[in-house]
């Protein structure tokens, strides 16, 4: 099956010579070509060039992309959306004065998803998920990573893993699954915070390792949640059981967790609202990618992750969404896009940079997809006719996106 996209005003995010991820000045290099042809072949970006170097191709499959671009799908690194329900009412509590913490301190917060999922089944729960994933799907995002940490039980975080494996196997998208049983402390725990690190380790681990119900470990290190003591432990235990380090850190309080994320091999240290000089210093030099989540700023009105700063000190970013019921129930990579060129000061170049290539590595995907590469995945973008890619951070909040492709089928 061979599709032909021609005429294509710009082919956005070129990369011949495969990379891993851009950092630093890179940023705000994106390679693309006017004029340009792009051909997929069984679900894969087979050649691309300039028009004048088109091949004679026979296929009735021809998308005439005059006027429009093409770029590689939003690559979302972090989310949370297989929960159940919302958090509508914490929404309102919050615009009538109430912090984020104060709610969770009074058992709303993540402890009130983990109520709310615990007596929801597990069908059920796939249907409200799944809702939310054809969603993101249609708004450009081409991969993505999913946690679990709304369960708290080791029956109600089996149950979430189970949700995105079913995913995974339903749908056309790439899907990293992530576990996030330290996501807070439930009520049962509430004066045994060790016993349940236990549980996570000796019970939940080894069961998801024998299903293979995820790829990463993951763990919300801040004041009140979580310890670096508390991190590194889990971190480890997750290592030993195959999975790969990733953590929630930095959100509200810098405690450390940063350097124990680099220190443990972490993939990604993910939020980083509030960024001491030591940790950017931490970051230099690794292959740790650091994640900025702008819509989780947006939604509780709290700091901006430094990109600026951290961008200009030679460090790599990358944008997710964040999607769930708490702290960002939106999951539009194309509204991150914009809010991180709006409020971070990110050019187009490094917010595109950040949301594709750079969120494929922080999924350990970026030999799969995150930029137009022969040989990667057709997950593709075709854009509405508009001026330039500046355009789509530019004209937030309106869809320039016309059809997307995932390994090469357009989704309907
Ligand atoms: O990434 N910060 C921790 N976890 C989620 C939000 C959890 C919630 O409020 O449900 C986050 O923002
Ligand atoms: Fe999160």
Same mark, same amino acid.
């Given at each position: 099956m061979k599709t032909l996209f021609k005429n294509i005003k710009e082919l956005i995010q070129v990369r011949t010579e495969p990379i891993s991820f851009v950092s630093g000045k890179q940023m705000n290099v994106l390679p693309t070509i006017k004029n340009a042809f792009l051909l997929v072949e069984n679900g894969v970006i087979s050649n691309f060039g300039s028009m004048q170097d088109c091949p004679t191709i026979t296929t009735?499959?021809?998308?005439? *992309?005059? /006027?429009k671009l093409v770029l590689p799908s939003w690559c979302d690194s972090?989310?949370?959306? +297989? #929960? *159940?329900?919302?958090r509508e009412g914490e929404f309102v509590d919050r615009i009538n004065g109430f912090t984020y913490e104060e709610i969770a301190v009074r058992g709303g917060g993540i402890l009130n998803s983990a109520k709310q999922l615990q007596e929801t089944s597990e069908e059920e729960l796939y249907q409200q998920s799944k809702v939310r994933l054809k969603d993101i799907i249609h708004s450009g995002t081409g991969a993505i990573e999913i946690k679990s940490g #709304?369960?708290?039980t080791v029956e109600a975080e089996l149950k979430m893993l189970r949700v995105i494996k079913r995913l995974k196997e339903t749908f056309p998208i790439e899907i990293k699954a992530t576990f996030l049983g330290a996501h807070a402390v439930p009520l049962k725990f509430k004066n045994n915070k060790k016993g349940y690190l236990q549980l996570l380790i000796n019970d939940m681990m080894p069961k998801i390792s024998e299903e293979k119900l995820a790829e990463f470990v993951d763990i919300f290190c801040e004041s009140g949640y979580f310890t670096v003591e508390d991190t590194e432990l889990i971190l480890r235990a997750g290592i030993k059981n195959g999975l790969t380090p990733k953590i929630h850190v930095?959100?509200?309080? *810098?405690?450390g967790g940063v350097k124990a994320g680099v220190k443990n091999g972490a993939l990604s240290v993910d939020h980083l609202e509030v960024m001491r000089n030591e940790d950017i210093e931490v970051l230099k030099g690794t292959s740790t990618m650091p994640v900025a989540l702008p819509s989780c700023s947006y939604f509780l009105s709290i700091p901006y992750t430094p990109a600026r700063k951290m961008i200009d000190a030679g460090l790599p970013l990358a944008l997710a969404s964040? #999607?769930?019921?708490?702290?960002?129930?939106s999951g539009n990579m194309n509204f991150v896009v914009a809010t991180a060129c709006i409020k971070?000061?990110?050019?187009p170049e490094e917010a595109i940079n950040a949301a594709t290539i750079n969120g494929a590595y922080a999924m350990g995907l970026e030999k799969e997809v /995150?930029?137009?590469? +022969?040989?990667?995945? *057709?997950n593709l973008l075709l854009t509405k006719p508009?001026?330039? #890619? /500046?355009?789509i951070p530019y004209a937030? /909040?309106?869809?320039?996106?016309e059809k997307v492709y995932l390994k090469g089928l357009e989704i309907e």
């Open positions: 009735d499959k021809i998308v005439d *992309a005059s /006027g972090h989310t949370h959306i +297989v #929960y *159940a329900g919302n #709304y369960g708290l930095n959100q509200f309080t *810098a405690i964040d #999607y769930n019921p708490g702290s960002s129930p971070m000061k990110m050019t /995150g930029s137009i590469t +022969v040989g990667k995945k *057709a508009i001026p330039s #890619y /500046g355009f937030f /909040g309106n869809s320039q996106i």
